[in-house]
């Protein structure tokens, strides 16, 4: 860490803070509430090598793994580190490129993500696989199941492996900032964290279908 | 305080290593023992503690005001400290602690073979994510890269 977190902005800093949150609100549709944090802990330099590589990461794991899968094993990286905030807003991105793309919701809503946030890892691959238990999850559960194999210190050798360690590694890294909200933020209240997040119209369907998917008498997701 | 809420134990090897297993929700009085315990078991020198977060089925909000004093007392004495956490959320609340308290070398690992492993090493957690992701990443771009 390039900079005690505990100090206040300087000038310069505060200038370039509002910089990024003004990018980043019109990149994403939305002001990441870690960019301050992320300026804190790491200077502005130590930002800019952050959000670049975390960037970076993203396109080279939707190139890689597909765009929803990238999605959702960023998620559940950050999800696996303690940070809600990491684990709803990706997973959330994951569930609407599947909504939009097959039209389908997955088993993954915000309850069941809040359920698996409390569970010993344990019990977590037993209770995926009977979320995931449909054909066309297979490759998802697959990828899942084998990231959280490497965080317990599986030796990597499969194809994807690689795309895995380096959502890890960059979400270890990335986790160090978000998780100053990330254990309080209530899941329902985080938006798709990619440029998904703009598309309006989308989300609106997609809550639309959660509430008819939801049986009377259950927790609104 | 009544019953056993928490364990207290200086194992032989690899010294100098404190294990301090939590396991239920503590209360006032549970909380100064255990920071005096580790204070009369340290004697001020640097020291390694393993904090044990596993036996915990729940979050209790209590916890990381108290995570917070544990965290300052070892790294107050130049101590390193691992947090043992098998549950997500856990993991998070000692993230939180460990970031709030600026610590580089404490570390958060979900089961107690990954923390005897770690013992074995010095490590820079936010410096060694960094280095680890940016190699694979190059690794990766240059490998997509070469595919088109």
């Given at each position: 860490m390039s900079r005690s977190r505990s100090e206040d902005l300087r000038f310069g800093e505060?200038?370039?803070?509002?910089?990024i949150d003004l990018i980043s609100t019109l990149y994403l549709g939305y002001k990441p509430p870690v960019n301050e944090e992320a300026f804190r802990t790491l200077g502005v330099r130590g930002y800019a090598k952050w959000s670049g590589a975390t960037g970076r990461a993203m396109k080279v794991l939707a190139a890689g793994l597909g765009e929803a899968e990238s999605q959702f094993v960023i998620g559940f990286s950050g999800l696996w580190l303690g940070c809600g905030y990491c684990g709803a807003?990706?997973?959330?991105?994951?569930?609407?490129?599947?909504?939009?793309?097959?039209n389908v919701l997955t088993a993954l809503d915000d309850a069941t993500l809040r359920d698996l946030y409390d569970t010993p890892d344990s019990e977590a691959i037993a209770r995926l696989h009977e979320l995931l238990c449909a054909p066309e999850d297979a490759r998802l559960l697959g990828l899942i199941t084998r990231l959280y194999e490497l965080r317990e210190g599986a030796e990597p050798g499969?194809?994807?492996?690689?795309?895995?360690?380096?959502?890890?590694?960059?979400?270890d890294w990335v986790t160090e900032c978000t998780i100053v909200i990330g254990l309080e933020i209530p899941f329902e209240s985080v938006p798709p964290l990619t440029p998904l997040a703009k598309n309006?119209?989308?989300?609106?369907?997609?809550?639309?279908?959660?509430?008819?998917s939801r049986a009377p008498g259950d927790d609104a997701e | 305080m009544?019953?056993?809420r928490y364990r207290f134990d200086r194992p032989d090897a690899p010294p100098p290593v404190v294990r301090v297993d939590l396991l239920e929700s503590l209360d006032d009085g549970h909380e100064v023992a255990i920071l005096a315990e580790l204070a009369a078991a340290t004697q001020g020198s640097p020291t390694t503690v393993v904090v044990g977060l596993s036996a915990l089925t729940r979050y209790d909000p209590r916890l990381r005001p108290f995570l917070l004093a544990l965290q300052g007392q070892i790294s107050g004495e130049g101590g390193r400290a691992v947090y043992v956490a098998d549950r997500p959320r856990l993991r998070g609340v000692a993230l939180w602690v460990i970031h709030m308290s600026e610590d580089s070398q404490a570390k958060i690992v979900p089961n107690m073979a990954a923390a005897l492993e770690w013992l074995r090493i010095t490590?820079?957690?936010?410096?060694?994510?960094?280095?680890?992701?940016?190699?694979?990443?190059?690794?990766?771009?240059?490998?997509?890269?070469?595919?088109?």
């Open positions: 505060r200038l370039a803070l509002r910089a807003g990706h997973i959330h991105a994951g569930n609407l490129i599947v909504f939009r793309d097959r499969t194809e994807d492996d690689a795309y895995l360690e380096l959502a890890l590694s960059c979400w309006r119209k989308l989300l609106r369907r997609y809550s639309e279908a959660r509430a008819r | 009544a019953g056993l490590d820079e957690r936010v410096s060694s994510a960094e280095e680890r992701t940016l190699t694979r990443l190059e690794r990766l771009e240059g490998e997509q890269g070469g595919r088109r």
